[in-house]
């Protein structure tokens, strides 16, 4: 019996031994500059780590979640700071040396049963003269700066027209912003705001209004009223609007190039650039004369030019019309008055129903709404003897039954006369057999439109006044 209790106690002997050899072998070579067992810190298990590896992964995740700094301004505008680039600093790697020391030694053992866990904050380190000179140098702390020389001016814009421009309220003084800023980041604030009432009366300076800005201030007050008027022109669908940017050219400049004001206050009207402005919508808008593309019934398209047919703005109405509500301040839309005036306004303004014809191919035709009701052969004029039908776009202007065509040498009745062009027009030809082909090129008309009896009589019927003719080759 005492053999067994004495190699049971060998035994236990031996297997602490054992346990304390392998303690100290665990402590004194696997556990050595590294971290032992069952210590967390920040979430991150630590054992067999060294304390640098831990500092250098906490650093990276800060780095990657680092809380950027907002500034707002007293304008409202807000920015945001990356610290690290203002000269902030921040490492784990003093809190991590001493939770390393804390679990040198044999008092790792504890940890075994429960483990240890660490929340861990870094240290900051903060170089505020870098700080100042980043911030100092960032363009939104270098507008609108306090300068006692700042003044109220208006000044042309060129799409807003005249503005004024105020440098005399909330002016930044910077130095202050910067250190008001600096104090932020380093009390690790995350919005630091400009504009409440304490910061802003620290970081921000006006300048009281003289006399001359006042008066200023008066003259604005017209130029403003002014530049309040839009206009909004019409001419079928297309459109030109007329607001500040427009305007501001109607007000009257001395040989410096500042405005003229009268002894009111108000500034004064340059009626002749109204005039030439009416001018510019008639050069762009009017349609009379004007080169035409147009899509054929035989498929080709042509270039036309002249002709009677198309808009002209009546530029004296309009001028008369524009002044007045200019100086009145009458806004609204407008549709201008014309000289000369057809159904379409836009661009196209022939429409979908108009004759067409092709002298080319001694062929015309009509087209109502889009749709073609009629088409013949006809003769146009005789171009062997220099009296061709010319190319143009114009319009029926007038229509009569039974009318004697008069000319030198002749006097032709007729039983439909519809005129497009001066003394050329469509109309019945009784006298010839045949129609198309060659025939103009030697025994044309004088310049008409020869069309068979049986067409003209229903064509009549169907033309109005003012439907358009294009005449082309």
Known sequence: M?????????????????????????????????????????????????????????????????????????????YELNPGEYGVTASYRSVIEDIYKENSGYSWLKNLLCGRVYEAEPDYCYDTETMREKLSGLSWLNERLYNPENTVSIVRSEEEGYILSDETKDLLLKD?????????????????????????????????????????????????????????????????????????????????????????NNPVTDESVIEEYVAYLSTKYDTVGTEREFKATSGKTVKIEGGSYGNAIDTEAEYEFLLNAFLNGESGTRVPEYKTEVLEKGEDDI???????DMGEQHMYYYKDGELVLDTPVVTGNMSRGWDTPSKVCYVYFKQKNRVLRGENYATPVKYWMAVDG???????????????????????????????????????????????????
């Open 2 to 78: 005492r053999k067994i209790i004495i190699r049971i106690i060998s035994a236990v002997c031996a297997a602490a031994a054992l346990l304390t050899a392998a303690v100290i072998a665990l402590n004194e070579i696997y556990y050595k500059d590294v971290f032992p067992a069952g210590v967390w810190i920040n979430g991150l298990y630590c054992t067999g780590m060294t304390p640098q590896a831990v500092a250098d992964d906490l650093d990276s995740v800060m780095q990657e979640n680092v809380e950027r700094v907002t500034v707002r301004m007293a304008d409202g505008a807000c």
């Open 351 to 357: 429409g979908d129903t108009y004759v067409e014809v």
């Open 176 to 264: 202050e912003a910067v250190e008001l800023i600096c104090e932020g980041i380093v009390n690790q604030l995350t919005d630091i705001d400009l504009s409440s009432d304490e910061n802003k009366s620290l970081c921000y300076k006006s300048i009281p209004y003289t006399d001359e800005m006042k008066d200023t201030l008066e003259k604005w007050k017209g130029v403003s009223k002014l530049q309040s008027f839009h206009m909004l022109y019409v001419f079928g669908d297309r459109q030109e609007l007329i607001c500040a940017g427009v305007t501001a050219d109607w007000l009257a400049l001395d040989d410096e190039g500042n405005l003229v004001f009268d002894e009111n």
């Open 423 to 473: 003394n050329s027009g469509i109309h019945d030809a009784t006298w010839r057999d045949e129609f198309g082909g060659d025939i103009y090129l030697t025994n044309g008309s004088h310049g008409c439109i020869n069309t068979p009896l049986e067409v003209m009589s229903e064509l009549y019927e169907l033309v109005e006044e003012g439907t358009p003719v294009i005449l082309f080759y």
